[in-house]
């Protein structure tokens, strides 16, 4: 089965503070893509990363994936209240399903 | 924009009910999905299609069946809802291994 792992669960951090949450992946990923979720809503896509090595980076929040196409980290600087929600790192299969991690929720405090 | 709109923010039904969600796309994704989310657990891919009438089951399709007679849209049925399937279901569509987009998703409550 496919799977990604995504730490950690839960993360609260004070306003201002840089955060990391990272995406495993058993399997060498054809590409790794960074949703976001507001509570109670539908996803919104941030990146998506397909090379080893690539990094990509909108406003605050810079997503990386490693050489070996298996681990992303997605990491904000100076996080704001905005920021909070579910953090989910997805992937697409050879069978075009598109599959997810358990997600990562974020809440900041102001 | 990419565009996917599923029909209902918010829906009560009652046990045994037959519950349609509806989900339409705007932009000629021939890949479309149904997922339900419940905490601890994820997204759940329910049902997927990559074309119109066709249809392959996910990880969990029991007590469910889909429609997809037109590209944009994709029908999720719940034949006689039951309380554990109460959650939260979201739609997206894709070109290929491209990026899923996402409908704002549907909070389903059986009672």
């Known amino acids: 089965s496919q799977e990604l792992e995504q730490s950690p669960q839960s993360l609260i951090v004070q306003e201002g503070k840089n955060l990391t949450i990272n995406c495993t992946s058993s399997k060498t990923l054809y590409g790794l893509y960074w949703y976001k979720q507001k509570y109670g809503e539908g996803l919104i896509f941030l990146m998506m990363?397909?090379?080893?090595?690539e990094e990509k980076s909108h406003e605050k929040i810079t997503a990386k994936l490693d050489e070996k196409k298996q681990q992303s980290s997605l990491h904000i600087t100076a996080s704001q209240p905005s920021h909070a929600g579910i953090y989910l790192c997805g992937a697409a299969n050879t069978g075009n399903q598109f599959y997810f991690g358990t997600g990562t929720s974020l809440t900041v405090i102001p | 924009d990419v565009k996917v709109t599923q029909s209902s923010r918010y829906l009560v039904k009652r046990t045994g009910e037959k519950v349609f969600l509806e989900c339409v796309q705007d932009m000629d994704h021939e890949n479309m999905f149904w997922y339900r989310q419940d905490p601890g657990l994820g997204l759940r891919l329910i049902y997927f299609s990559y074309d119109v009438k066709m249809k392959e089951k996910g990880d969990i399709p029991e007590g469910y069946s889909v429609s997809r007679e037109k590209k944009e849209r994709f029908s999720l049925i719940l034949e006689s809802a039951s309380t554990n399937q109460t959650s939260m279901y979201l739609c997206?569509?894709?070109?290929?291994?491209?990026?899923?987009?996402f409908g704002q998703g549907t909070r389903l409550t059986v009672v």
């Open positions: 990363l397909q090379k080893g090595g």
């Open positions: 997206a569509s894709s070109r290929g291994q491209f990026t899923a987009f």
